[in-house]
C-alpha cells in the first residue's frame, strides 16, 4: 500500500510540475468549456486518475483542432482534421489513457499521432512519448505543434505504426489510435515485460482490447468496450 500511495504522489508531482509550463490561461475563453468538459464527460463517466484528469482540464484542445472546430473542440463527439482522420471523443482519450496506469515514469508508444492531442495528454503523465503518424502532413502538424506547446519529452516520426519504433523498444505501455483488423505482432514483440497495450480491434465491428504481457512475457487479452476507430493503414 506505501508503494502504492508513493508511486501515486510522483505521478501527481510530475503531472503537476509539467501542467505549470504548459497549461492554459484561465483568461483564454475556453477555460469554462474545458472544466464542464472534463467533469461532465469524463469524471463522471468514472474516470479517476489524477494525472489524466489535471491534464485535460488544462490542455487547450482547441489548438488541436481545424479553427473551423475550434468552438466544438469540448464536446462529446470526434471532429475531424483533416486527411480522412479525426480527434477522439474526450472521454475515449481520457478512458485509453487511464487503463495505460501511468505513474510518471514510462516509455510510451503512440500508433496515430493524429492532431497531437493524445500524445500531448501521454507527455502529461509519462516519462517519454514516442508517437508515429502515418499521415505526413499531419505528422509535421502535429510535430511543430507539440514543439510550440513545450513537449521536449514527446517524440513525433513519420512512418508506418505496423512496425513500431524497434530502436526505441520495449515499450511500458503502447496505445493505438487507429484500428487494425488484429492486433500487429510486431507491437505485441515491443511491449516490456510487465507492460499494457490499448487498442481498438476490427473493422466494421471494433472492440477496445487491453493487451497485457506478465513478467515472463506471457500474453493475456481483455474485451472491454465497443468503439468506432477510422481504420489502421499500411505505408506503401
Not at 514516442?130 to 513545450?150: K, Q, W
Not at 520495449?170 to 493505438?176: E, G, T
Request: net charge negative.
Amino acid at each position: 500500500m506505501k508503494k502504492v500511495l508513493f508511486l501515486s504522489l510522483v505521478c501527481i508531482l510530475n503531472c503537476e510540475g509539467k501542467m505549470s509550463q504548459r497549461q492554459a490561461p484561465q483568461s483564454d475563453g475556453y477555460f469554462e468549456r474545458r472544466q464542464k468538459m472534463v467533469e461532465q464527460q469524463i469524471v463522471a463517466r468514472g474516470v479517476s486518475d489524477e494525472c489524466v484528469i489535471a491534464a485535460m482540464r488544462s490542455l487547450p484542445r482547441e489548438r488541436f483542432v481545424p479553427s473551423a472546430y475550434s468552438d466544438r473542440a469540448y464536446e462529446d463527439y470526434p471532429l475531424p482534421i483533416g486527411h480522412n482522420q479525426t480527434i477522439s471523443q474526450p472521454y475515449i482519450v481520457a478512458y485509453m489513457t487511464e487503463l495505460l496506469q501511468l505513474d510518471g515514469a514510462e516509455k510510451v508508444l503512440e500508433i496515430g499521432t493524429g492532431s497531437g492531442y493524445q500524445a500531448a495528454v501521454l507527455g502529461e503523465c509519462a516519462a517519454a512519448v514516442y508517437s508515429i503518424e502515418i499521415v505526413t502532413p499531419l505528422c509535421n502538424e502535429s510535430r511543430e505543434l507539440l514543439a510550440d506547446l513545450g513537449y521536449e519529452n514527446v517524440h513525433v516520426r513519420c512512418g508506418d505504426g505496423y512496425d513500431g519504433w524497434p530502436e526505441e523498444a520495449p515499450f511500458d505501455a503502447i496505445i493505438v489510435t487507429a484500428a487494425p483488423v488484429s492486433v500487429p505482432q510486431k507491437l505485441i514483440e515491443q511491449l516490456a515485460n510487465n507492460g499494457r497495450m490499448i487498442v481498438p480491434v476490427g473493422r466494421f465491428v471494433q472492440n477496445l482490447m487491453l493487451i497485457t504481457k506478465d513478467e515472463s512475457g506471457r500474453i493475456a487479452e481483455e474485451k472491454l468496450i465497443a468503439v468506432r476507430f477510422v481504420p489502421m493503414t499500411r505505408g506503401d
